[in-house]
């Protein structure tokens, strides 16, 4: 295993030799891993059509290189410590042999039900140890996975395996989801209605409910199993060739089916995880995201398989049975690593420190944040009441088109500050562009972020859709990759992502961030998390909207109002005070944290008919509130 980046000067350096020779950078990355017939060519690219090869005319698997190749030395060693929704219920440690192991016979439970190279399989799991036994084993065969988050509708599955054109489905009777049972399988029958394609259903028995089965397409994954063999050579498969398909949240329009493929996401994957957590040998890892997430992908399964990581996998969500269960787990499993989202923290932090004392955070050595940008609150409150001051926090800023973290600071070894993601990797060449396209060069300076150059697990296309993917991201500027986010840049060089570029709220001719504003509102003391869009205005041409969730209902909402303006004023700006301010129990989130402002803008404009699909939301039931107490 390569050295990890562990000062300031060999930061300064690496990313050096990775701007001036990138082949020659990623190359010697490449080298760690184990190839059935090294590359031709590190890299060919094309922006304009968009076309980007890395370590062309390799031939690799990357489950060789997630299990096979730790076996000798770390066989004995867990590679997954598993954690149940309920806590009397009891917890499972998978080692690497053992994965190895399931892996192998899963790989031939697909084929023995027709899978083969080169087919979508769609998987709908609880997050339970088999869910990743089914993603590996996909990838062992040469299938493509697309994994969707078993807390999306029957209707958003349908759609999704209907895009991917899947032939199999492996599902559960059913998942836990606190004191909740979300029943999978009647989704999946449901899906199935109008998905033609889906040949065989794998079911997997999790919470033992009674469910129907469909003779000649229904099999259960236990029967499977105990039929199957655990001897499985590995599927040869192309650098290039297509790792796994993940659909994004469409806001607006159908999802979009992003293409990772698989070696040059297996170099980066190892590589930002590695240096971005500065995980040692022995480090216990935890990441609560869940694996239908590129973040669940990234560095649940991926990343820290390729590192030989011992990594927690959690079923619950983090209030049941009360708010203190993330930290029991911690103090339980000794966790050294703890990787959030900024909404995980503020829905902690609402909460109390009461439900942290009891335990014994003295493990933590790094703590992370992933999903969106922290606000200086939240960050405060995870600096200190987590991390007791004494854990540098990753401030991690990527997408799924990215496949990994793109800009973070690297845990203790380069600079943090609050709010800002700070520096990029090695390897990754960011740039901020005015309105007209051209890049800013210059200090203290507000733009849109995009990127120069590819790195290695950049996405490649859109699942049957290139036109697509060229217009969303290649299209605003020319031989730049667009994030779509907007980025302020300090005078020490450090980025701070200041949101969406289309959360931008034009009022009086002045272009305002949400994020700024967000910000701003959230330093109220009684604040926990904000949202802001605009509306029509009869004389700005667009107002300030509000939705605010406080810590407890304010006594005097006046005087709260006041303080809130007054606060913005101070930090942006008179111009920026919001016209309209709502207090809210919720707002409408999806699954992986990113708030649904479409809703929320069509809320503040009066229209309460038309507002899509929500049975996706994390919280639907909030919608009705927020509509009944419109301003």
Request: proline residues 5%; hydrophobic residues 35%; neutral net charge.
């Amino acid at each position: 295993m390569e050295k990890t980046i562990s000062t300031i000067e060999e930061y300064k350096s690496e990313y050096k030799k990775s701007i001036e020779d990138p082949e020659k950078f990623w190359s010697k990355k490449a080298e760690n891993f184990k190839w059935k017939k090294k590359w031709d060519n590190v890299l060919s690219w094309d922006f304009t059509k968009p076309e980007i090869n890395w370590f062309k005319g390799g031939l690799l698997n990357i489950t060789e290189n997630c299990l096979d190749r730790h076996l000798k030395k770390r066989g004995n060693q867990v590679a997954i410590k598993w954690i149940p929704n309920n806590p009397d219920e009891k917890k499972r440690s998978i080692t690497y042999n053992e994965l190895h192991n399931e892996v192998c016979k899963f790989a031939n439970v697909l084929i023995n039900n027709g899978a083969k190279k080169g087919d979508r399989i769609c998987i709908y799991m609880p997050m339970v140890p088999e869910l990743e036994i089914a993603v590996l084993a996909c990838a062992r065969i040469g299938a493509i996975h697309s994994v969707v988050f078993a807390g999306f509708s029957s209707k958003s599955l349908s759609e999704r395996i209907n895009d991917a054109n899947c032939n199999i489905l492996i599902t559960a009777d059913g998942s836990f989801r606190g004191q909740k049972i979300i029943p999978l399988k009647e989704i999946s029958d449901e899906a199935m209605k109008s998905a033609p394609s889906i040949q065989k259903c794998i079911v997997l028995k999790r919470v033992n409910s009674k469910i129907e089965i469909q003779k000649e397409r229904d099999v259960f994954w236990e029967d499977e199993m105990r039929a199957a063999s655990s001897e499985h050579m590995a599927e040869t498969m192309r650098s290039e060739d297509p790792l796994f398909i993940l659909y994004t949240s469409g806001s607006t329009g159908k999802p979009k089916g992003i293409v990772h493929t698989v070696a040059g996401y297996m170099v980066y994957t190892e590589y930002s995880f590695r240096n971005v957590f500065q995980y040692k040998d022995g480090d216990i890892y935890w990441c609560t995201a869940d694996i239908g997430w590129i973040t669940g992908h990234s560095y649940i399964v991926y990343g820290p398989l390729l590192s030989g990581a011992t990594s927690i996998m959690f079923e619950g969500v983090p209030s049941y049975p009360d708010s203190g269960r993330f930290w029991k787990i911690v103090e339980e499993n000794k966790v050294n690593i703890f990787y959030t989202a900024p909404t995980a923290i503020r829905s902690l932090e609402a909460e109390g420190v009461d439900y942290v004392k009891p335990y014994n955070l003295s493990s933590l050595k790094v703590l992370g944040t992933v999903g969106e940008p922290i606000n200086e609150d939240a960050w405060n409150w995870y600096n200190k009441e987590i991390g007791k001051k004494n854990c540098p926090i990753v401030d991690t800023w990527w997408q799924t088109e990215t496949g990994g973290i793109m800009i973070s600071n690297l845990a203790g070894v380069t600079p943090s500050k609050p709010t800002f993601a700070t520096l990029p990797l090695p390897g990754i060449q960011p740039c901020i562009l005015d309105k007209e396209g051209k890049e800013i060069y210059e200090s203290n300076v507000i733009g849109k972020l995009c990127i120069k150059f590819p790195w290695p697990s950049i996405a490649r296309t859109i699942y049957n859709d290139h036109g697509r993917f060229k217009e969303t991201y290649f299209s605003a500027f020319k031989n730049k990759y667009f994030t779509g986010d907007g980025s302020f840049r300090n005078e020490d060089g450090l980025f701070r992502i200041t949101g969406r570029v289309d959360d931008v709220i034009i009022v009086s001719g002045h272009n305002l961030g949400t994020a700024e504003i967000e910000s701003a509102i959230d330093e109220h003391p009684l604040v926990c998390e904000t949202a802001i869009v605009g509306y029509p205005h009869p004389i700005k041409g667009n107002g300030i909207y509000a939705y605010i969730i406080c810590h407890e209902q304010p006594k005097n909402i006046k005087l709260v109002k006041k303080e809130i303006n007054h606060i913005i004023t101070n930090e942006i700006g008179p111009i920026a005070k919001v016209d309209k301010m709502q207090f809210v129990s919720g707002l409408p989130k999806t699954r992986s944290g990113k708030i649904m402002r479409r809703i929320l803008r069509k809320i503040a404009e009066g229209e309460f008919e038309n507002l899509g699909d929500i049975s996706t939301l994390l919280n639907p039931g909030v919608v009705q509130e927020i509509k009944s107490n419109a301003i």
